[in-house]
């Protein structure tokens, strides 16, 4: 792992404060941040012939010094690598702070891979920040499309079981994936849900920092909105990286049941619906917990 020095973070304050010594007359600015440092001053040129001093924000052995010789200009920076001591320090501008959220999640990304010791500039990484700033936007801004599809139901007091569906989601403790298998069960009240529409709205519910327990409560509550239904049931069983990653490092399945309605007063048609989205509805899986939120036995 190659180790490296943290960032060096310019406030404007300390900007202002270095700019008191910018020499004296025209001031040409490599772009773009040499632009800035002379735009500042208040005595930019657009053409490096017109100026007296070429201006950059950190002169190091590149552009800067070769655009100086060329042109037989002094050179004058905020910094100087070697007057500062600045090495291979990363200056990062005020003026270079991120906007909007990729922006913003990419250049933590950055800040994350310096602290716990890697090189974000490295091959192996440069991509990295990026990378890890879309899927958080990916995850953050997904949109599940229609969710209220339904249809006419064609029999009354059937129960109907949509179960395996998987999804993924981050623990809000730890931000931390977990990965949930999402089974639904509910009594049609006239109106028969579109099948495809379970997978939506258990899907809007786990983008999002969330818990196992908060998840199924929303997913039913939804379920039951959009399918205008009181008796109904959700079961979630996950694995969640928080426990098997870190901490005690167990593997185990959680399990957590809500009920509503006719599934939550009739023992029977509880056993019935665990049955249907399970297939053991009387087996609990070794290392497996069940949080019954709606009263379940």
Not at 282 to 292: K, L, M, T, V
């Amino acid at each position: 792992m190659g180790i490296v020095a943290v960032s060096r973070q310019v406030t404007w304050s300390e900007v202002y404060e270095r700019l008191s010594s910018a020499p004296s007359g025209k001031l040409y600015g490599i772009p773009r941040g040499g632009a800035i440092v002379a735009g500042l001053t208040g005595r930019a040129v657009d053409q490096i012939e017109q100026a007296d001093w070429v201006v950059d924000d950190v002169i190091d052995s590149g552009k800067s010094g070769e655009l100086a010789r060329m042109w037989k200009k002094p050179i004058w920076g905020l910094f100087d690598r070697s007057r500062d001591g600045l090495g291979d320090h990363e200056v990062n501008f005020p003026w270079e702070g991120p906007t909007g959220r990729v922006k913003r999640l990419e250049y933590l990304g950055r800040e994350l891979l310096l602290t716990i010791g890697y090189d974000p500039t490295s091959p192996e990484l440069r991509e990295t920040p990026g990378r890890w700033a879309r899927w958080w936007e990916e995850f953050l801004t997904h949109d599940p499309g229609h969710i209220d599809t339904a249809f006419e139901a064609v029999a009354a007091d059937q129960l109907v079981v949509v179960g395996g569906m998987r999804v993924w989601s981050v623990c809000e403790h730890h931000l931390l994936p977990f990965s949930s298998t999402v089974s639904v069960g509910y009594i049609p009240n006239g109106r028969l849900l579109g099948l495809s529409k379970f997978a939506r709205i258990a899907w809007q519910a786990a983008h999002r920092l969330q818990l196992q327990e908060r998840m199924a409560e929303v997913i039913a509550e939804e379920v039951g909105r959009v399918a205008d239904s009181r008796d109904l049931a959700v079961l979630v069983r996950g694995r969640h990286l928080c426990m098997e990653a870190r901490g005690v490092k167990t593997p185990a399945v959680t399990s957590t049941l809500t009920t509503r309605g006719k599934l939550k007063d009739h023992a029977s048609m509880r056993m019935e619906f665990l049955q249907l989205a399970t297939g053991q509805a009387n087996s609990i899986e070794p290392g497996e917990q069940i949080w019954a939120s709606s009263g379940y036995p």
